[in-house]
């Protein structure tokens, strides 16, 4: 694994790096949150560790300004409180998974291997216009602004995206997310409302189109 740690207390960076790299893992480090965004841009990581804590910009905004600009690299993250407050403000931020200090180093190598591994299992992030959507972290962005779909809302905007522009029937969407089950079309409208209350509707023009009788489809201006 390609491993970014960003973690103002030496000693514990030093940990982690040493032990990853005794294990044969590649790792890089940043001490501030500044330089550790500049270089989780710049770089093609697997996985970046983060500190809640930091000097120069905290780990929650580091992590939101990471998701914010397209990046769906997973993110653990470290913290000295273990705090309910804490982890749901960090999987809001984008946070893929969260450890309390003090950590057993080879767990934390464990849960590493996880989130790249799923990682590796989703389709990389696709885009359509001005939408995009990593369905790793199931979060999609249209104009700068960060939307969080649920599985079936992702689901359902993975397969718009596969075909956009092209329309994609009913039958289709429905067998994505059911399978083989009867075709339920009022089951199915409910949940594409629910998408394009998120995909569309802060918006000044709708991307999703309902084609009458046949399906979904997704089409920006350029392509009308
Ligand atoms: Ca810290």
Wanted: glycine share 8%; hydrophobic share 40%.
């Amino acid at each position: 694994m390609d491993v970014l740690i960003i973690e103002d207390q030496h000693d514990i960076a030093a940990n982690v790096w040493d032990f990853l790299e005794r294990r044969g893992h590649r790792v890089d480090h940043a001490a501030d949150g500044a330089s550790g965004l500049a270089r989780a841009l710049d770089g093609r990581f697997d996985v970046i560790v983060l500190d809640l804590g930091l000097p120069r910009m905290d780990g929650l905004e580091l992590c939101r300004r990471l998701r914010q600009a397209g990046h769906g690299t997973p993110v653990l993250m470290l913290t000295a409180r273990d705090t309910l407050d804490d982890k749901l403000k960090g999987f809001a931020e984008g946070a893929d998974d969260y450890m309390v200090k003090p950590f057993e180093l080879r767990e934390l190598e464990a849960r590493l291997q996880v989130l790249c591994r799923d990682r590796q299992a989703n389709t990389p992030a696709s885009q359509y216009g001005p939408l995009r959507f990593d369905a790793g972290s199931l979060l999609a962005w249209r104009e700068g602004k960060r939307i969080p779909l649920n599985r079936t809302q992702g689901r359902l905007l993975e397969m718009l995206l596969q075909d956009a522009p092209r329309i994609v029937s009913h039958q289709r969407l429905a067998q994505g997310l059911w399978g083989d089950t009867p075709l339920d079309t009022a089951r199915l409208h409910d949940h594409l409302y629910a998408l394009r209350a998120l995909i569309d509707k802060p918006f000044p023009t709708p991307l999703i189109h309902s084609v009458h009788g046949l399906g979904y489809r997704l089409l920006a201006d350029d392509d009308a």
